[in-house]
């Protein structure tokens, strides 16, 4: 990742420091005059030599496409992808920070049981005290789970939100927000446990237009060729914030105590929006130092999808599509997986392993330094075997989401059978949240496939579905566990596992690449 981050660095820097003169703004209108007149030639040669599409064929727009763009890690597009990667990565870091706090929260090594604040502990070297509650594994559950109760509530607004206002503002103010409720976190388990739980819902309203505002980005600034690798290139932010979170927050807790977890990253978050509103464009046009080469392929290469969706949407349309539909099932099967993993595993590697706080915070974020990684080299892959034609859209997408979902299901399965071999169930958990990320490259980006000017709403529909995984998963995994540890843990383990080859199974049968007729411009809203 390091070196992923060293070359696009000066992505970044081209937001500052290349200021359009007359000369240049005359400069770059004769490119564009060239660039068309040269798109125009090819497509006349293409055309006398036979070379379009068939009559009544359906064309993959992805494959039907050879861009001459000059792709290149110092373009715009690639700029935006860094500055979209460590979005998210705060935003992660705020979202898990309390599924790592909340072992240090609920110390229940303490000899004496006690709820709310009534006992406090100090940590060594420091003369502050913290809180620590007697929350059972029930109320752990609850209290993680409320976050995604808000988290669903703004997934499809958010998306719609963004597809009329931009997804530059909605995108920032959910993430300033954030930033700011994560700051609260302390004074509101202070005040008890329902304000706690109140807080991580409002928290969850804040995050929930995140990913919705992040597709409709894209849609105006990822060229089809390119649209695997720079998305991923972004989400791998998720992985990578998680596992600093899970990393460091263990640390902080046995530093300076579980509060400056969320004062620190709080306190972060809200820095990094300022740099997210004067960094980030909405789309190409309004770019004021984007190359004219760049804007002219950009634009040229998204022409076939039409712009972004008005007020009404052809809601009746959605929801007959299969293709939709597979897309939803499949992500709300693999949403189970990913999120009881995410907030479950600080709680398994310190009740089942045995961990302490130090080593669950490290071993814990293990698994994500693979899961971030997967994603950048499942996008660069997708994008080769789709510019290389040795696949269809539709093919590739089935291919890494079938990776994605089969090899985490049988890890899952193997790891209730390994006993307490610490060693062994971190590298099996740690392949299975880096396989699973190749599912970035398959369901989680097939709705710009087929539907890219609703792409924002419709990552905001199928994400309220698996956010349903997220606020059932960390709930059942608390009434599996709290009958009976060893056997609690192996069933939530095969639950997963179930639900994946389910969900697999459904998105090979009726899973698409391809525009949906409802979704082309000039179809009449239903």
């Known amino acids: 990742m390091p070196g992923v981050t060293a070359r696009l660095l000066p992505c970044l820097l081209t937001f500052d420091i290349r200021f359009p003169t007359g000369l240049n703004i005359i400069l770059r209108r004769s490119r564009q005059q060239r660039c068309r007149q040269e798109r125009m030639q090819c497509h006349v040669d293409n055309t006398q030599a036979g070379d379009g599409p068939e009559a009544g064929q359906d064309e993959d727009p992805l494959l039907a496409q050879q861009p001459s763009s000059r792709t290149g890690l110092w373009s715009a597009r690639c700029g935006l992808a860094l500055v979209l990667h460590v979005s998210l990565f705060v935003a992660y870091t705020l979202r898990v920070s309390l599924s790592i706090a909340i072992v240090a929260m609920t110390n229940s090594s303490h000899p004496h049981g006690w709820s709310g604040s009534a006992l406090r502990s100090s940590y060594p070297g420091f003369a502050q005290d913290v809180p620590v509650y007697n929350w059972s594994a029930e109320t752990q559950g609850i209290i993680l789970s409320s976050f995604f109760y808000g988290y669903g509530l703004t997934q499809a607004l958010g998306g719609y939100c963004s597809g009329l206002f931009g997804g530059k503002p909605v995108l920032g103010s959910g993430l300033l927000l ?16 329902s304000f706690l739980i109140g807080l991580q819902v409002l928290l ?33 932010g998720c992985t990578f914030g998680t596992f600093f979170a ?26 990094w929006c300022l740099s997210w509103f004067l960094l980030v464009y909405e789309d190409p046009a309004h770019h004021p130092w984007i190359s004219a080469e760049e804007q ?16 009404s949407l052809p809601l009746v349309a959605m929801a007959k599509s299969l ?4 897309i939803t099932i499949a992500c709300f099967c693999t949403d189970w997986l990913f999120y009881m993993l995410l907030t479950s595993m600080p709680t398994f590697m310190s009740n089942v ?38 696949l269809g859209t539709a093919a590739v997408r089935k291919l890494f989401s079938a990776l994605g979902m089969l090899l985490p299901a049988v890890f899952l399965v193997a790891v209730p059978y390994i006993g307490c071999s610490s060693t062994v169930i971190v590298v099996l958990l740690t392949l299975a949240l880096t396989i699973i990320s190749m599912t970035g490259a398959g369901i989680n980006i097939n709705h710009i496939d087929i539907a890219p000017r609703y792409a924002g709403f419709l990552l905001g529909i199928t994400n309220t579905f698996g956010i ?15 009958q009976d540890l060893q056997t609690g843990w192996r069933n939530a383990f095969f639950v997963s596992a179930a639900l994946n080859l389910f969900g697999l199974i459904f998105y090979v049968a009726f899973g698409s690449g391809t525009i949906q007729d409802w979704a082309r411009e000039d179809t009449a809203v239903q």
């Open 178 to 193: 954030s930033s700011v409720l994560t700051l609260l976190v302390p004074r509101a388990a202070e005040l008890g446990m």
């Open 204 to 236: 969850g309203l804040a995050e929930g237009v995140i990913f919705p505002a992040q597709y409709t980005l894209w849609a105006k600034w990822a060229p089809p060729l390119e649209r695997s690798r720079l998305m991923n290139i972004a989400d791998a």
């Open 246 to 271: 899970l990393l460091v927050a263990g640390i902080i807790c046995q530093s300076l105590g579980w509060p400056f977890v969320f004062y620190i990253f709080g306190g972060v978050g809200c820095a």
């Open 296 to 311: 002219e392929y950009i634009e040229s290469s998204l022409a076939h999808q039409g712009s972004s969706h008005g007020r």
């Open 323 to 326: 293709p939709l539909w597979a």
């Open 353 to 390: 392993l045995h961990f302490d706080l130090r080593e669950n915070g490290l071993l814990s974020s293990l698994p994500y330094v693979g899961n971030g990684l997967g994603h950048i080299l499942a996008g660069l892959l997708a994008d080769f075997l789709l510019a290389r034609r040795v």
């Open 468 to 482: 349903v995984a997220g606020i059932i998963a960390p709930t059942t995994v608390g009434l599996l566990v709290s």
